[in-house]
């Protein structure tokens, strides 16, 4: 079984650069949620994809987009980057639908973004 | 408005011992919890959940425990081992029927297991 993975490990962009980072879910997962993770703090939910749509949508601004593929993997695009946006960025996969109950969300390593 | 509230930003703890970790919240709707553990430049790696139905759940080492009236849980380990040290997250989440729900983080714990 494939665990979560991210890609790329590593970023660094300058104020208003645009920035793409990817994810993919573990095996038999539909669900992929997006998280941000500043200095010091936990994770901040973004959004959420469930089956190529978006399930909701934490505390961010529409520059922050998601998309979610066939394959249940995704990407999260952040446009016009602000120093701000540095941060651990973190996908989790889940398996959402009609299971009844809550389904634990599995994250990845994350992707660190660094904007000067 | 901190919904998840880990109050205590360290614990340090010999090996052998307990450890305690604690976390509070305010949501009401709250009624699925999970502890995360995290190192330094992985992502967090889920560690034991507990629904709002049960005040216990146990995996081996760890406990975690809920008490409902007092929207309180806590992740005991038992015995302490030295790679337990890391930061531990305590998150929670609200049943919304059909997908999983957004995750609230508190902003975590280190533990620190001495010898």
């Known amino acids: 079984e494939t665990g979560v993975t991210q890609s790329p490990t590593h970023l660094i962009k300058t104020r208003g650069q645009q920035v793409t980072l990817r994810c993919s879910s573990q095996?038999?997962?539909?669900?992929v949620s997006w998280y941000q993770q500043a200095l010091g703090q936990g994770p901040q939910f973004i959004f959420q994809?469930?089956?190529?749509?978006?399930?909701g949508r934490g505390n961010f601004p529409p520059r922050f987009s998601g998309l979610q593929f066939p394959n249940y993997s995704s990407e999260l695009n952040v446009n016009a980057l602000e120093l701000d946006d540095s941060a651990l960025y973190l996908c989790?996969?889940?398996?959402?639908?009609?299971?009844?109950?809550?389904?634990?969300?599995?994250f990845g390593p994350g992707t660190r973004l660094l904007v000067l | 408005d901190q919904q998840v509230k880990q109050n205590s930003p360290s614990l340090s703890v010999q090996e052998g011992r307990i450890s305690i970790l604690n976390c509070d919240y305010t949501?009401?709707?709250?009624?699925?919890f999970l502890w995360y553990k995290k190192y330094p430049a992985e992502g967090p790696t889920f560690l034991i959940s507990i629904s709002s139905i049960k005040d216990k759940n146990e995996d081996g080492r760890f406990t975690v425990f809920l008490n409902k009236s007092a929207k309180h849980l806590s992740l005991h380990i038992v015995p302490s081992q030295p790679g337990d040290s890391a930061v531990y997250f305590c998150a929670a989440s609200s049943y919304g029927g059909g997908t999983a729900s957004k995750l609230t983080f508190g902003t975590g714990t280190r533990l620190q297991v001495t010898l």
């Open positions: 095996s038999g997962h539909n669900t």
């Open positions: 949501n009401s709707m709250f009624d699925y």
């Open positions: 994809y469930y089956r190529e749509e978006e399930n």
């Open positions: 989790a996969s889940s398996l959402g639908g009609t299971s009844g109950y809550q389904e634990t969300q599995y």
